[in-house]
């Protein structure tokens, strides 16, 4: 018998120890948001800081989710009835969110509140469904196209003079990289689906080409803009303009193919503005925006984040005042603009005392109004995914020279996707 | 050195000529040498390319020694969200339950399956081998919806309960073969003089099948200690992230770039616990693989 007790003695002092453990390590409760690495995340800390401060008693807990996870994360944690009480979102999941009832319709905050209107276009489209309103912009990115000036010098091309259609990013590549062995005209991620179209559907955007197909009705891939790109980065890959490793890159040398300082043009994001600054001071270098079949055509993918409220969220009063906090002159300038990040409305994204003397920011500023966004439901499948149709089609153009049959093909396969 | 061969000849292992051995030696030590060096290879490049600035760490081609000597990619992952400190806290709090968990179950698991009759007991364990070849990422969303009403997510506990289910199988298998291992014997002495079948494991099959807890220790640790899909779904607050978060959070730049800096001094950070353990449990490793797994 004593041994007995003193077993169940152990096994409660265990069980008590457990619970206590166990309660010691759940976490308080308070707003939560979440947001994806990135700019979002930049700007996710400079804005819920701002708010923290004033507001003591409605703080709210930023926590950064890996970029790569993000959907799965929050599809799952909705589900589960335990979402976020705020999302940063990468707004081209908007749709498919917005579709599956995830997300909070904001359409009254939308209808009372000015500044939602002054929002850059694409993410008032990129957020409406059937004429709801689910969210807003929250923070901003846009591709261009940048240009290594050093190397422009070098080949004896003009330094201030970015390329303005996508022959001549075909013709100045030439020239750069007859400079050297190791110097290249031209780089992009090839096994990087988005990647290529955040930099190379611009290209054909530009030059009057539709990318996306919205529904199993709609078309997709239509535009000589298609081909012609295509055959240019074709061309560029056999006469060794561009990096042999680039054919493998699945996205891990996205940015360091520009920023090594051998490659003379690649397309990129707004996001490598504060990032050279940091972490490149000293290379001399140019953005503009990504350029089209002819001189004037320019366009970009406007990316970056939306901000909306999971269904489930446990705050929604708060999250709803927050949302229309983030538009208020005060977070988008003494919040985003002031620390070099730009500003999701129009009136106030090239217009500011922050900018002024920034003229490559201002450049995104103007691709931001420029850009498209595809407004498409399964975006993963038809792009993303590492086996989408759309990598398969640039790879099998580029890499494999078959440029009509991988448009054909891709095309069948978007179309048959849109239409699940 | 030169005096080994000598020995080896004098016991009769070989009876040739020291002479024409000793180039086979030098054959046998130069392939041991290439085969450490490959393996060595990535770790050290890695340790070295920590300590450059981050302009270097990028360049293609790389350069393999630093020009210049930097700390920037350590104070990177250092401060990154919640600090260094914090996750490293997670991460051997996580893995230490895990380890517990997993000694609790497999050990009276294993006991039982070796020593007892059970019905359908081969059946039992077809069935309970089977659920390590589901895929776990399946199991994901039904058991966060699980955790969720228990009150079991942004925990400890919780996350090493999950990591102790994914590694429960293989821990049993281990602990079922290292109890087989041991002779009926002693059991049947063990028997003889008094002991119940719980005081027989305690005290006979326990400290004889150490090699093999310490195996299912070490599987232990190291799985949870690199897991990652489950760290980031179950836990949601980034006081709450393990080391795996953190390396995956602070490597990603943008659109899947990766910051090859914080990357290296990553790896070498996270490596380090899994070094110590293995040197600190090498003796036993090494016989608990003979008595455990191999068989």
Partial sequence: MRVLNARRVGAAVLATATAAFMTGTVFAQEMTMWVRDGTAANAGKVLVDLWNESRPDNRIELTVIPNLQMVTKLATSIAAGEPPDLISLDLIY??????????????????????????????????????????????????????????????????????????????????????????????????????????????????????????????????????????????????????????????????????????????????????????????????????????????????????????????????REFINWVLTDEAQLEGLAKNGILPVRADLATDNKYFADQPKVQVTAEALKVGYVPWVFHFADMVNSDASPWINMLQRAVFDGEIDEAIEEARERMIEIAGE | ???????????????????????????????????IAIMAWPLVMSFLASFKPEAEVAAVPPDYLP???????????????????????????????????????AVPAGYGLARFHVPFKEVLFLVLLASMMIPYQALLTPLFLMFTKLGLTNNHVGLAIIHTILQLPFSVYVMRNAFEGIPRELEEAAIVDGCSPLQILGRIFMPLAMPGMVTVSLFAFIMSWNEFLAALIFMSKETAFTLPVLLTGVIDSFYGSVSWGPLQAGVVVSVIPCIAIYFLLQRYYVSGFLSGAVK
């Avoid at chain 1, 309103?133 to 940048?146: E, H, K, L, M, N």
């Avoid at chain 2, 030098?26 to 040498?33: D, M, P, Q, R």
Wanted: glycine share 10%; net charge negative; hydrophobic share 40%.
């Fill in chain 1, 94 to 319: 908007m749709p498919d969110f917005m579709k599956a009832d995830s997300l909070v319709d904001i359409s009254d905050e939308a209808a009372e509140n000015p500044n939602f209107d002054k929002v850059i276009d694409a993410y008032k489209d990129i957020s409406s469904y059937e004429g709801r309103t689910y969210g807003t912009g929250f923070a901003p990115d846009v591709s261009v196209i940048a240009w290594n000036k050093d190397l422009f010098r070098e080949a004896g091309l003009d330094p201030e003079k970015p390329p303005r259609t996508i022959y001549e990013i075909h013709e100045m590549a030439k020239k750069i990289a007859a400079l050297g062995d190791d110097t290249y005209g031209f780089y992009f991620a090839g096994s990087c689906p988005g990647c290529n179209i955040f930099v190379t559907s611009p290209l054909m955007v530009a030059g009057g080409a539709k990318i996306l197909p919205r529904d199993g009705e709609d078309t997709a891939l239509e535009g000589e803009a298609v081909k012609e790109v295509l055959q240019v980065y074709r061309d560029m890959w056999t006469e060794g303009l561009v990096p042999e490793s680039a054919e493998t890159d699945n996205g891990a040398n996205f940015v360091s193919g520009f920023t090594n300082g051998n490659v003379g043009i690649a397309g990129t994001g707004g996001f490598v503005i504060p990032l050279m600054e940091s972490d490149f001071p000293d290379l001399d270098y140019g953005v503009a925006l990504l350029p089209g079949l002819e001189e004037g055509q320019v366009s970009g993918f406007v990316g970056g984040d939306t901000i909306a409220i999971p269904r489930g969220s446990k705050n929604e009063e708060l999250a």
């Fill in chain 2, 67 to 105: 020009h210049s000597f930097s700390l920037q990619s350590y104070l990177k992952v250092y401060g990154y969200q919640a600090g260094l400190p914090t996750y490293l806290f997670n991460s051997f709090m996580v893995a230490f339950l895990t380890i517990v968990f997993c000694l609790v179950l």
């Fill in chain 2, 1 to 35: 050195m030169s005096d080994i061969p000598l020995e080896r000849g004098a016991i009769g292992v070989s009876t040739r000529r020291v002479g024409t051995r000793l180039p086979a030696r030098v054959i046998v030590a130069l392939i041991c040498w290439l085969v």
